[in-house]
């Protein structure tokens, strides 16, 4: 591990920037030089006196834990620290409760800092993760690297991360950097003008911070919930029934009948068609939607490395001289090392007039781009630009020419491929043969050729140094390669942002797709008692087995997870419904069926036997079966209850601290009469429970001192 580090020492603090989320850097602190800070009354804290030099100190102290830590010192166990001044009645509060230790306290949290951010930063930072896994366990990390499939599962990536060698890896990196970090920290501290703040200071701010969060946590963690408060609270999540589960998806039913009139298809668009497709809102919880996704058309020239090295024939004699010179690679005799000696040339001259073209093709665009003015990061392109710019074509002529002149190479002239049929958005990009493989690395970040045509400057919402924009070949200054080493430059020829379709004729497909699913969905809710009917005379695996066949012509998809059709067994509670220990989310939840299930399993007897098999039908189960529709997966969602499962008393005594906690956690939260227990160190409320006034105090002898908003914001207590 210390040989990862030093090996990945010139990136440490990029890291940190990442996985902190640091939102800025403040400005340097200064030279320790000139004059000091005023020691006047600046404000009053009941009866005692504040000063300049105290604010500055704190407003110094604050600045560098932003650095150090970014919104994380923005929001110290639930309290956003606003400013220097209520960082200063935190540390304040803090020392009069005895919560700050010494300089070493704060020195030692490092070590437990970083151990605790190790899992949350394995988990959420990939860079992270993949530089220590490749050091900890480099069989796994070769694996994930050969088998991007396994790579995207979120749950063998949470079992590699929590494993211990990787938490003791991830570790010993935070801390080597937190340690860098502070003592950078230390530095810019000691540097600050006129604040007297020397090699310990850093260490004592960090003690102050630990003591700051050592005091809200006693706060939030004082009060005690009753006994029969977390057990109310307690049975109502976690209570719960074992049932059956099936999801008869709309599509099923769709036939060519349903076939809309013109005003209905047209009225069916006129309501969806603002809304993105696949997503659902409060007004349209079927996710039906027609807006058009940002779209291009483009042309692009691909130098290919496997053409260019065909035209290449290796010269016999600088053959020999490379095999001559380089005995120690070449081994045996010429002969039996002519091919491979004739590959390696021809492999490094490839890449040689790959370069070559590359700048060919460079000095052309920028001969002409040159001409342009530049603000705000682009070119302002002109009226007739697209008949006086540099095309594609007219370069690939010259880049053949010139490596013909400079290598007496003839190699084919590199293909431009012009996409102007049809818009393209950025699924479309991605699915490009080549180039749509391709990336660039900026900032340390491969960054895939789709991504970057979607940052050009017209569809652009903010500021970005990409540069991207019509009419202007890109990249200029970087190189846009696939994993075959091939390159590739492209020309953003038009631009279509992201807006809602704007005729019917524009979806029409997709359009009568939909409509025919909703239909088929109103149907099969019509007839929801026609088929709970049907489950309990067949019993539910029979009934689900009937429906398992897709639709030998299905016009439209259902966006279901695999084996979400039925599932013989699964968990409901108040709170989610669980498959295979895994919560089902989102459009997969049905909250009226959870409700539904519940009802009907409160009544049950937790002893009897479950009901389920073979014996699950008719009579059996003629009051366990309940049904609710589910819009967003356009589909009836159909559960047989087989037993209730109330929260056992040793699993609720386990369960004791973290639901008292959850309790805690949902008194804070705001209410329509406000705030339930507002926490007091909120920098509205310590102000005022502090008494905390600004003043001006003048430096003359003889006057009187004056205040300014003398009144407390709110009452002491």
Do not use: C
């Not at 860079?127 to 069989?139: C, G, R, Y």
């Not at 029969?228 to 998806?249: I, K, Q």
């Not at 190189?479 to 492209?490: H, P």
């Not at 009836?636 to 386990?654: D, H, K, N, S, W």
Request: aromatic share 8%; hydrophobic share 40%.
């Amino acid at each position: 591990m210390l040989k990862l580090i030093r090996k990945n020492k010139q990136w440490l603090f990029a890291v940190l920037m990442i996985f902190l989320a640091i939102a800025f850097l403040v400005p340097n602190l200064g030279s320790n030089s000139g004059g000091g800070i005023s020691t006047e009354t600046v404000a009053r804290v009941g009866e005692d006196k504040i000063s300049a030099f105290q604010v500055a100190r704190a407003d110094a102290e604050l600045a560098m834990l932003k650095e150090m830590f970014g919104p994380q010192i923005g929001d110290v166990a639930g309290v956003k620290v606003e400013n220097g001044t209520h960082w200063l009645l935190l540390e304040r509060e803090a020392s009069q409760a005895g919560f700050i230790g010494n300089d070493a306290d704060g020195k030692e949290w490092l070590d437990a800092l970083a151990f605790e951010l190790a899992p949350q930063q394995l988990a959420s930072n990939g860079v992270l993760f993949e530089m220590v896994l490749k050091e900890a366990n480099p069989q796994m990390y070769e694996l994930l690297q050969s088998n991007p499939q396994l790579a995207r599962d979120q749950n063998f990536l949470m079992n590699i991360a929590a494993q211990p060698q990787m938490i003791s890896g991830a570790t010993q990196f935070l801390r080597n950097v937190l340690t860098e970090k502070a003592n950078q920290g230390t530095a810019k501290l000691m540097d600050a003008p006129g604040l007297k703040f020397d090699i310990h200071s850093f260490d004592a701010a960090l003690a102050k911070l630990r003591g700051v969060r050592r005091m809200i946590n006693a706060f939030t963690e004082a009060p005690r919930v009753s006994d029969r408060r977390l057990l109310v609270s307690a049975a109502s999540r976690f209570n719960e029934a074992v049932a059956s589960m099936t999801l008869l998806p709309a599509e099923r039913l769709v036939d060519a009948t349903m076939e809309p009139d013109a005003k209905e298809l047209q009225a069916f668009f006129e309501k969806y068609k603002g809304d993105i497709p696949g997503q659902t809102n409060p007004n349209n919880d079927f996710g039906f939607g027609y807006r058009q996704p940002s779209r291009v058309k483009i042309e692009y020239l691909t130098l290919d490395r496997t053409v260019i090295a065909a035209a290449i024939k290796p010269d016999p004699v600088a053959a020999y001289t490379k095999w001559k010179n380089s005995r120690v690679t070449y081994a045996k005799e010429f002969a039996d090392e002519k091919a491979r000696v004739e590959e390696d040339l021809r492999s490094e001259l490839t890449t040689t007039i790959l370069n070559d073209a590359e700048k060919v093709l460079r000095a052309e665009m920028q001969r002409a781009v040159k001409k342009l003015e530049e603000s705000g990061g682009y070119r302002v392109v002109p009226a007739n630009w697209n008949e006086t710019r540099p095309t594609l074509d007219a370069v690939a002529k010259i880049i053949r020419e010139q490596i013909k002149a400079i290598h007496s190479v003839d190699i084919q002239e590199p293909l431009v491929t012009l996409k102007t049929g049809s818009w393209l958005n950025a699924e479309d990009l991605s699915k490009l043969p080549g180039i749509g493989e391709a990336a660039f690395t900026l900032a340390g970040r491969a960054n895939p050729f789709y991504l970057v045509v979607m940052q050009t400057k017209e569809f652009a919402t903010t500021a970005n140094n990409w540069g991207v924009q019509q009419g202007i070949t890109y990249p200029l200054d970087k190189t846009l390669t696939d994993k075959a080493g091939n390159r590739y430059f492209f020309t953003i020829l038009e631009t279509k942002p992201e807006a809602p379709a704007e005729t019917m004729d524009e979806v029409r497909d997709q359009l009568v797709k939909d409509f025919r699913l909703f239909k088929a969905y109103e149907k099969l809710v019509a007839d929801a008692g026609a088929y709970r009917n049907r489950v309990i005379a067949e019993g539910m695996e029979a009934f689900a087995k009937s429906f398992e066949k897709p639709n030998p012509d299905p016009v439209a998809t259902t966006p279901l997870e695999p084996g979400l059709i039925y599932k013989p067994f699964v968990s409901v509670r108040s709170v989610g419904i669980m498959i295979d220990n895994q919560r089902l989310d989102g459009s997969n939840d049905t909250p009226a069926l959870r409700t539904a299930v519940l009802d009907v399993a409160t009544k049950l007897d937790p002893k009897a036997a479950p009901v389920y098999g073979a014996e699950a039908k008719g009579d059996a189960i003629k009051d366990r079966v309940v049904s609710a529709p589910n819009p967003a997966l356009r589909g009836l969602m159909i559960a047989q209850v087989i037993a209730y499962r109330p929260l056992p008393t040793e699993m609720y005594r386990g369960l004791a601290d973290s639901e008292s906690r959850q309790v805690l956690m949902t008194d804070y939260q705001p209410t329509e009469q406000g705030k339930l227990n507002e926490n007091p160190y909120l920098w509205r409320v310590i102000r005022g429970r502090l008494n905390y006034r600004p003043v001006r105090e003048s430096t003359t002898p003889e006057s009187k001192e004056t205040e300014e908003e003398a009144q407390p914001i709110m009452p002491a207590n």
